[in-house]
């Protein structure tokens, strides 16, 4: 077979970690842009139920480098938001920079996106974003959201250490793009009490421990058998 046609199995996308802030400002994720389908070239068409994109929660320019080998992160936002307190919170709360030597820096944008599904096959890949940026590449990755319910960041590494790099963030711009392995049913689900309990064994993880798969069937092992059972 030349073009994966494949039966779509049931996903489900979800916020999580961010009771402190309103879940309105998070938007939906989307499939990617239906004019593709246009191109009535089954490379494209057997896609399309496998491709999808959430635009940002920021409208803001971010700028972040090393100063005297001390790591810095600057923000400023557009006129797209009002200047208050909570903004700030919700800004300096989602970014996070990351620093183990002279030679490596990261910005990742953290999200509350998480998928949730009972198909044990399914996979899904982050995949660079159309972003303007400078000086920095995308950090892809990918794993099975099946038993490892977690949220989905963008991530960017420093190319040049000596220069400065540059994001943009904006509402009508996409933050994530996300691959999946398979053609997907996607929809929102509201978060279940089981979902957040599961996750939070999952949730910051990798501050504690290194090596995750030597650990990670600890927390397999307690997933429930099903959470998507009467939730299509």
Same mark, same amino acid.
């Given at each position: 077979?030349?073009?994966?046609?494949?039966?779509?199995?049931?996903?489900?996308?979800?916020?999580?970690?961010?009771?402190?802030?309103?879940?309105?400002?998070?938007?939906?994720?989307?499939?990617?842009?239906?004019?593709?389908?246009?191109?009535?070239?089954? +490379?494209?068409?057997? #896609?399309?139920?496998?491709?999808?994109?959430?635009?940002? =929660?920021?409208?803001?320019? !971010?700028? *972040?480098?090393?100063?005297?080998?001390?790591?810095?992160?600057?923000?400023?936002?557009?006129?797209?938001?009002?200047?208050?307190?909570?903004?700030?919170?919700?800004?300096?709360?989602?970014?996070?920079?990351?620093?183990?030597?002279?030679?490596?820096?990261?910005?990742?944008?953290?999200?509350?996106?998480?998928?949730?599904?009972?198909?044990?096959?399914?996979?899904?890949?982050?995949?660079?974003?159309?972003?303007?940026?400078?000086?920095?590449?995308?950090?892809?990755?990918?794993?099975?959201?099946?038993?490892?319910?977690?949220?989905?960041?963008?991530?960017? +590494?420093?190319?040049? #250490?000596?220069?400065?790099?540059?994001?943009?963030?904006? =509402?009508?711009?996409?933050? !994530?793009? *996300?691959?999946?392995?398979?053609?997907?049913?996607?929809?929102?689900?509201?978060?279940?009490?089981?979902?957040?309990?599961?996750?939070?064994?999952?949730?910051?993880?990798?501050?504690?421990?290194?090596?995750?798969?030597?650990?990670?069937?600890?927390?397999?092992?307690?997933?429930?058998?099903?959470?998507?059972?009467?939730?299509?």
């Amino acid at each position: 077979m030349i073009f994966n046609k494949t039966k779509l199995s049931d996903v489900k996308w979800t916020i999580l970690h961010a009771e402190k802030f309103p879940q309105g400002i998070f938007n939906n994720i989307e499939k990617y842009d239906k004019q593709i389908l246009q191109t009535k070239c089954p +490379a494209v068409t057997s #896609i399309y139920n496998r491709l999808y994109t959430v635009n940002s =929660f920021l409208d803001v320019d !971010l700028e *972040f480098g090393l100063k005297k080998e001390e790591p810095y992160l600057n923000y400023k936002f557009t006129d797209q938001h009002p200047s208050t307190k909570a903004l700030h919170n919700l800004i300096n709360q989602s970014l996070n920079l990351k620093h183990e030597d002279n030679s490596r820096l990261e910005l990742q944008i953290q999200s509350p996106y998480a998928f949730v599904t009972d198909d044990k096959d399914i996979e899904v890949v982050s995949t660079p974003p159309n972003l303007e940026h400078e000086n920095c590449v995308y950090i892809p990755g990918g794993f099975k959201p099946h038993s490892w319910i977690r949220p989905l960041h963008s991530s960017f +590494a420093i190319k040049n #250490i000596n220069k400065q790099a540059t994001i943009k963030l904006r =509402f009508d711009k996409p933050f !994530l793009t *996300f691959f999946f392995n398979t053609s997907v049913n996607l929809g929102y689900v509201e978060a279940t009490e089981e979902m957040k309990s599961y996750s939070n064994s999952i949730f910051t993880l990798l501050n504690y421990r290194k090596k995750i798969e030597s650990f990670c069937m600890n927390v397999i092992s307690r997933r429930p058998a099903k959470f998507l059972e009467h939730r299509k």
